[in-house]
């Protein structure tokens, strides 16, 4: 059990083109559910907290207007960089709260390249 | 300034050799979570500790929380090459339902 999924594993894209990244918990339901970004050779650094049904809370600095957070259910949160810059580039990583506060688990992460 | 520091940074050691990986901070966590992470994976949940004092095993690994809920390690026994990873320490702050992360333990176990 708990098993978070992400898709797409790697994706590269073109400076100012929009990218879509979907976080799925395949075997329980995730009220909330948190977006990462991880740089080389570095700790996690939370970007936004997504809870279904209500808009997500966004950690300071990361711009809300670039990084769409949409949970839409009970099992899906995607995440959308717009207008993606090579700065953007980075380790994307979600994970699903399961069985209460205490427990997180990850998805496998996304890799992100923008040329 | 970093609210969980993991010490060492960086280890490097033979196989067999024993380990311990410490994470402390000035704050009191809820709960606190260890996590091994590969190269191009997400991590990887090892523990979850909860109660001051708590001591948990997990096959070779041992992982304690502070009586006062501030810090915790993780002691690897007869460490093996597939041990190698960055270890996380992840706190469960009192009331938020955020996750605070150490910057991590990067290991390497030689064969």
């Known amino acids: 059990g708990a098993v978070v999924s992400q898709h797409p594993s790697w994706v590269i894209c073109k400076s100012g083109t929009s990218v879509k990244i979907e976080c799925r918990s395949l075997d329980f339901q995730a009220t909330t559910m948190f977006w990462y970004r991880q740089f080389p050779k570095q700790s996690l650094m939370l970007m936004a907290t997504?809870?279904?049904?209500?808009?997500?809370?966004?950690e300071q600095g990361v711009e809300k207007d670039k990084f769409l957070i949409n949970h839409a259910s009970l099992t899906l949160s995607t995440l959308t960089v717009t207008s993606a810059h090579p700065e953007d580039s980075s380790f994307y990583i979600c994970?699903?709260?399961?069985?209460?506060?205490?427990?997180?688990?990850f998805g496998p992460g996304t890799r992100l390249t923008v040329t | 300034t970093q609210l969980l520091e993991q010490s060492p940074q960086f280890l490097s050691i033979q196989e067999g050799e024993n380990l311990t990986v410490y994470c402390n901070s000035s704050?009191?966590?809820?709960?606190l979570q260890w996590y091994r992470q590969e190269p191009g994976e997400g991590p990887v949940l090892l523990v979850t500790v909860v109660t001051g004092g708590e001591v948990k095993k997990l096959k070779r690994l041992t992982f304690q929380f502070g009586d006062a809920r501030k810090d915790s390690s993780l002691h690897i026994t007869a460490a093996q090459p597939g041990d190698t990873g960055l270890y996380l320490c992840?706190?469960?702050?009192?009331?938020?339902?955020?996750?605070?992360f150490g910057p991590g333990t990067r290991l390497s176990v030689l064969p």
């Open positions: 997504s809870n279904e049904g209500s808009k997500a809370t966004y």
């Open positions: 992840a706190g469960s702050l009192p009331y938020g339902q955020n996750f605070v």
């Open positions: 704050s009191v966590f809820s709960s």
């Open positions: 994970s699903a709260r399961y069985r209460g506060p205490l427990e997180q688990y």
